[in-house]
């Protein structure tokens, strides 16, 4: 038993953090303390008094009171946030806790709309301080004297007045304050502790009984015991040393007390519980030792407020545009390239009508996927004799598909067929083997086969418009499980071989991803380069908004890959509203180093995130984080194939839910998510630029202009970790720190004449299917009836007016935080 001595942030009158429990002392506090059971059950005792709780319960141990905890549910499987409150900032509000006396037990309590208040108070108090919002000490002080008000109002009861009581109390505390300072004492006894406080030992030994529920020999060995545990699971110290060190006459004595209290031996809990020096976890880390599941069941009571709406803060605009002054032509480049991740999906009904229905309305001129000798499409073929034979049916019926869309094919040529393998190492859930081909004749055989195939089927000048994009992130050893040597041999080869078919068909790569340590590629490619007489006709490059910690760049696990293996990489995180326009600035500028100086350049896969099943992809705000990035790059490059077009997907298990958090545009049943909007606002963009800025571009086309708008917001520290605990199914807001409404009043100058001018828009209400989706109740079991609703909800909202103008004219548009508008004027004749 100690009094635990609290430390407080400078800026905070709170210690709030989240913590496993096994087997607490008893101990003691000078402040008051609540704790609320995230995982678990926990056993609270109060001097005699024993209450139990489960995940959900709240507790409230007053200040100066001596409590005991223990957990129910094994060794740290009992999770618990903690609040404990500074009586001095509380004194200087005129409020002194040590002098109030309350009681919360969530399992005796009939009020629980106030309960609930408070569970609401602590979530926020701790979302606050993980995400560092803006001026969160403030409002972490406001809370607190919220909680407070709740506590006297609600909570409090009478203070102990039995003198005797008072005294008796008192007493206990100093006994058991002079057992824990002194239980490591081997001659420590009964006796000895009576003298101390001239007792009678027969009486001691009875009134403690009472008092504390067992004896005093027992709560001798059970205070040793938690103090030795640290050492056996630290230390490489024997178990007779150990229970030496603490009080035991010897190590049987301890064997016997440790088997008795946690129904193990020493042994079998160091094997189970064996600490490195390097194994703790920096209570900085998300303030204390969690789960994002603890976490998550924290996060749910935000919802305590219901529907009620938040008043966002708003930041006014005045924008003045000069619409006579033309900077350049620009490239719709944004819309140069589509992507999807399986060839064979091309053969589905369903991802037909999907790409026939993006293609009608955006209007891609390239596609590109991978897969396309993909042993489900039965291209690569050997007789028992060894011989070769090759079937192209399935591919030319996913060629004649992207065709009659209207789209060039920009083909990854990999992975490598099964029976062409040299090991089997594959990735995705069809079997993707990574690794070099056995014989490199074969693998050659194979690319002359195909290359004369298509020329003949469709013509070389036309073949000559395609592109052929070599492997996929050969630096992730996910994507390649051969040496650098052997990729680069391979590229040779793979080469010489197209361009001894035709010299002007277009061959390049290698659509890296780590360009921490891509420098030494670049080297080593220059050398072969100039060795073998051989090229990259273009560059490609993926970038995802992942970077180390303190802005510095890692080799990122792919987007296919479970997250669980990104965040156990700890250095690794998701980087700041700037970081993917600073990653495409810098992979250009390495890229330079290359011997040819490219202008060909394509961004062939781009995201927010690299998980599949991050819930923000379905969301409003994939829409502004599309809007922003394209307006922000696709000046540099040729074109930036975003990831992906639809949620049907072949490289995981596909989720239940309609929106699972998918990369798609669309859902798997076609619906349009909010991001698809964004690349239908910028393909209605001119073709000749008038400005950018930091929220909008404005463009036009003939007599008519283009402005179009997004309101960004970026997601908090806690999100960019990889922690999805404040993410449910229905609730994707919380993790935007600094939603704002932003309000611009438009100045135009050069309009003349009558006009039509279209707005239209994607908010939360509307044009967002996922939102719509939540408020109906979120149907995992989405039938007819639901799907139609909800693709005619998924629609921008929309605005016409006719204006007429002479000169100058002005006009105000709102958005919502991470909304996105275009507003088309289109002169009226």
């Not at 749910?300 to 033309?326: R, S, T």
């Not at 420098?519 to 100039?530: C, E, P, R, Y």
Request: glycine share 4%.
């Amino acid at each position: 038993m100690y009094q635990e001595q609290i430390q407080y942030q400078a800026d905070l009158p709170v210690k709030i953090f989240t913590q496993t429990v096994d087997s607490f002392p008893y101990h003691w506090h000078e402040d008051s303390e609540i704790l609320l059971v995230l995982e678990g059950e926990l056993e609270i005792r109060i001097d005699q008094k024993k209450y139990t709780l489960s995940s959900g319960d709240i507790f409230l141990v007053n200040a100066n009171e001596l409590h005991f905890t223990n957990s129910l549910t094994g060794y740290e499987n009992t999770q618990v946030l903690v609040l404990q409150m500074e009586n001095k900032y509380l004194i200087e509000h005129g409020i002194d806790m040590e002098k109030r006396r309350f009681y919360i037990n969530s399992r005796e309590e009939s009020n629980t709309d106030k309960l609930d208040e408070i569970k609401y108070i602590l979530a926020k108090m701790m979302e606050l301080i993980i995400n560092k919002r803006s001026y969160y000490n403030l409002k972490v002080k406001k809370l607190v004297l919220e909680l407070v008000v709740n506590l006297i109002e609600y909570f409090e009861i009478p203070p102990i007045t039995d003198l005797k009581q008072l005294d008796s109390d008192q007493r206990l505390l100093e006994i058991l304050k002079y057992m824990n300072n002194n239980c490591m004492k081997t001659s420590l006894s009964l006796r000895d502790i009576a003298e101390k406080f001239a007792l009678n030992p027969h009486y001691l030994s009875r009134y403690f009984k009472v008092k504390v529920g067992v004896s005093m020999k027992k709560k001798l060995d059970s205070m040793r015991l938690n103090k030795s545990l640290m050492a056996l699971r630290m230390t490489n110290e024997t178990v007779t040393e150990i229970a030496l060190k603490f009080g035991f006459p010897d190590s049987k004595a301890y064997y016997r007390v440790f088997k008795e209290v946690l129904g193990t031996t020493p042994s079998e809990f160091r094997n189970l519980y064996k600490l490195e020096s390097g194994d703790f976890i920096s209570k900085d880390e998300y303030l204390g030792i969690n789960s994002s599941e603890s976490l998550a069941n924290l996060f749910k009571y935000l919802e305590w407020k219901g529907k009620q709406q938040e008043i966002l803060k708003k930041q006014n605009q005045v924008v003045y545009l000069d619409l006579f002054q033309v900077q350049k032509t620009i490239n719709h480049t944004f819309t140069n390239l589509l992507t999807f991740g399986y060839a064979p999906l091309a053969l589905r009904s369903d991802f037909k009508s999907q790409l026939n229905q993006i293609q009608q309305e955006i209007n891609f001129k390239y596609v590109r996927f991978h897969g396309i000798f993909a042993d489900q499409l039965h291209v690569y073929n050997e007789n028992p004799d060894k011989s070769l034979f090759f079937n192209f049916n399935n591919l030319d019926i996913i060629l004649d598909t992207l065709y009659g869309a209207k789209l060039k094919p920009f083909i990854e040529i990999g992975f490598m067929p099964k029976d062409l393998a040299t090991t089997e190492d594959t990735i995705f859930l069809w079997d993707a083997y990574i690794s070099p081909p056995k014989q490199m004749s074969h693998w050659k055989a194979l690319l002359e086969a195909f290359f004369k195939h298509i020329i003949n089927r469709y013509g070389l000048n036309e073949v000559r418009t395609w592109y052929f994009e070599f492997w996929n992130e050969p630096e992730v050893p996910y994507f390649w499980k051969g040496s650098r040597e052997e990729f680069l041999t391979l590229y040779a080869e793979t080469f010489k071989t197209i361009k001894s078919i035709d010299s002007e068909i277009k061959v390049g790569g290698f659509s890296s991803i780590n360009f921490n340590n891509y420098q030494s590629l670049i080297d080593d490619f220059n050398v072969l380069a100039k060795k073998e007489n051989i090229d990259l006709d273009f560059f490609t490059f993926h970038v995802y908004n992942l970077t180390r910690k303190h802005n510095v760049q890692v080799e990122a696990k792919r987007k296919s890959l479970v997250i669980e293996s990104v965040t156990q990489f700890k250095s690794i995180m998701l980087g700041d509203e700037h970081n993917l326009t600073k990653s495409i600035d810098s992979i250009i500028e390495i890229s330079s180093g290359l011997h040819k100086n490219f202008k060909d350049i394509w961004i062939t896969e781009w995201n927010s995130n690299s998980d599949s099943k991050d819930l923000l992809h379905d969301t409003c705000y994939t829409a502004a984080f599309i809007t922003k990035n394209a307006i922000e790059n696709f000046e540099k490059v040729k074109g930036m194939g975003y990831w992906t077009f639809t949620d049907l997907f072949e490289e995981f298990k596909q989720q239940k839910h309609l929106f699972h958090g998918g990369f798609g545009l669309m859902t798997y049943n076609g619906i349009k998510k909010a991001g698809y909007h964004a690349f239908y606002f910028l393909s209605k963009l001119g073709n000749e630029l008038i400005e950018k800025r930091e929220n909008m571009i404005i463009t036009k086309r003939g007599s008519d202009y283009q402005i179009l708008i997004f309101n960004y917001s970026h997601p908090n520290y806690l999100y960019r970790n990889f922690d999805y605990s404040q993410l449910s199914l229905t609730n994707r807001y919380t993790v935007f720190n600094d939603e704002r409404v932003l309000s611009l009043k438009v100045n135009l100058n050069g309009l003349h004449g009558k006009y039509r001018m279209k707005k239209q828009y994607v908010n939360r209400f509307e044009g967002s299917a996922y939102d719509v989706w939540a408020n109906i109740g979120a149907p995992l079991d989405i039938d007819e009836e639901i799907t139609r609703y909800l693709k005619g909800k998924a629609e921008p909202g929309i605005h016409v007016e006719n204006i007429f103008v002479d000169q100058d004219y002005a006009f105000t548009s709102e958005l919502q935080p991470h909304e996105i508008q275009l507003i088309e004027i289109k002169k009226y004749y």
